[in-house]
């Protein structure tokens, strides 16, 4: 049983690593089109608070779906 444990936490890794990924190069490229400076410095902090923010909310499931596992 322990090793599907393992597997599982890999592939909660991989899922987070996804998530970011999907919210990063689309972010960079939409940053890198900005025209001014004070453009991209505010398109980066959007970014960055998608990011953060998708972050917090894997965490939260994560929290919730071990909650859940442990109930049954």
Excluded: C, H
Aim: charged content about 15%.
């Amino acid at each position: 049983m322990p090793e599907s444990s393992g597997i599982n936490m890999e592939f909660e890794q991989i899922g987070m690593v996804a998530l970011i990924g999907l919210a990063l190069v689309p972010g960079m490229i939409w940053v890198s089109k900005a025209k001014t400076g004070t453009r991209m410095a505010l398109r980066t902090s959007l970014v960055t608070g998608l990011i953060v923010g998708l972050v917090a909310l894997e965490a939260s499931l994560d929290k919730t779906a071990e909650s859940v596992a442990e109930a049954l």
